[in-house]
């Protein structure tokens, strides 16, 4: 499909890099109707309540406690386990993660990631715990999971605490088990963006009944009762209108999930052979997220260099990601931390200098990743 420029030459509509899975609008009426009938608009409704019913079924996750989003969810999980001076956590995340931590009063202390996977690498978490040190922030990426194991192993030998941020990761599993179970806490964050969504929205998920009390008092002023008021909570409720759009979208990801498998199919089979160009593995239905598909871009032969290749394809009117660039170490807040100096995160700052994130999503059309497939290639001098 194509539509006129201003000179009168024919522009290929844009193709974004996501685009957000919505229900019919009468599947969403049907939920409004109900909540029109009870006149209940947030304060845990009961489209709250069986939210947090079907996504602990559908996560497998014993407790989960939905909020307001995915940022407010870190900030509770940190105040929930009393967390205290330094966290250890990774420089590859979106600015959401460390956000949370300093508006929570947490001093972030970055370690390298895994050169693979891009997650928070457990040998240098091990190097960096010091007298200070209440806990780890480990980042889910892509849907890659951390080392949970060893990331477990390090947290009980030195008495650590340990967050998974899981925006990434929503129905990701590890060993048969969901990701949630690993950890104290896991954040969800159900943005419009993410495989899983609430027009805006995050929850918390925890196997530990009293974390999840904590929490859910945390989300509302710190209430405990009508009379008690035993600590200091914020505004973080999520309304019914976003738990009724979450009702309405949760049946619809298993599907958008195979959809976008294919697309991912067919990014690898056709970049596998082009030169500088790394593509992910092929995931599992049953354990794989699938919220993005990113390449790693290196300047070889004829592929340009990842920056170049995202301008070439954003002149197609292709619009990909460099998903994360800048890395939060490197950005104004952080980048006179100690632990932000470049030359201790050689592999976070690869990565976010290679990586490029494609669209993907189940809308997308044949025709559509024909497109960008056909985009990428020229790109790199390839005849499609």
């Not at 996501?18 to 109900?34: C, F, M």
């Not at 870190?74 to 105040?79: D, F, K």
């Not at 240098?124 to 192993?153: F, K, M, W």
């Not at 925006?167 to 088990?177: I, L, V």
């Amino acid at each position: 499909m194509t539509n006129s420029s201003i000179d009168g030459s024919a522009v290929s509509e844009p193709i974004y890099v996501s685009s957000p899975l919505l229900p019919s609008i009468d599947a969403y009426k049907d939920h409004l109707s109900e909540i029109w009938a009870t006149k209940q608009l947030t304060n845990g409704g009961k489209k709250s309540i069986c939210l947090e019913d079907e996504l602990s079924r559908y996560l497998g996750a014993q407790n989960v406690a939905v909020l307001s989003n995915g940022t407010i969810a870190l900030m509770v999980a940190c105040h929930a386990l009393k967390l205290t001076g330094e966290v250890i956590t990774t420089p590859f995340t979106f600015i959401a993660t460390i956000h949370a931590l300093a508006w929570c009063g947490l001093k972030p202390v970055f370690v390298d990631i895994d050169p693979v996977t891009m997650t928070i690498s457990p040998q240098q978490i091990e190097a960096a715990i010091t007298p200070a040190t209440s806990a780890i922030l480990g980042v889910h990426v892509y849907g890659n999971r951390c080392a949970v194991d060893e990331i477990g192993e390090i947290a009980t030998r030195h008495k650590l605490k340990v967050i998974y941020d899981a925006a990434h990761a929503f129905g990701t599993r590890h060993r048969g088990r969901s990701i949630a179970d690993y950890g104290d806490m896991s954040t969800y964050s159900f943005h419009a963006t993410k495989l899983f969504h609430s027009g805006e929205g995050g929850a918390v998920a925890t196997r530990h009944k009293e974390l999840d009390a904590e929490a859910r008092s945390l989300r509302n002023f710190g209430i405990a009762s009508e009379e008690r008021i035993p600590g200091t909570g914020i505004n973080a409720k999520l309304s019914e209108l976003q738990a009724a759009m979450g009702l309405a979208v949760l049946p619809l990801v298993d599907e958008e999930k195979a959809q976008r498998r294919r697309v991912c199919q067919r990014y690898n089979e056709a970049f596998k052979a082009v030169p500088g160009i790394t593509t992910p593995p092929l995931g599992d239905l049953r354990d794989d997220s699938f919220q993005y598909y990113c390449l790693r871009v290196k300047a070889v032969a004829d592929t340009p260099a990842r920056d170049d290749l995202y301008q070439r394809l954003k002149a197609k009117n292709v619009f990909s990601r460099r998903y994360f660039w800048p890395l939060c170490s490197d950005t104004e807040e952080y980048k006179d931390l100690e632990s932000a100096d470049p030359a201790r995160l050689p592999n976070a700052q690869t990565a976010a200098n290679e990586v490029l994130c494609l669209p993907l999503y189940g809308a997308l059309t044949d025709e559509d990743v024909s497109r960008i497939i056909t985009g990428l290639h020229e790109a790199c001098g390839i005849a499609s």
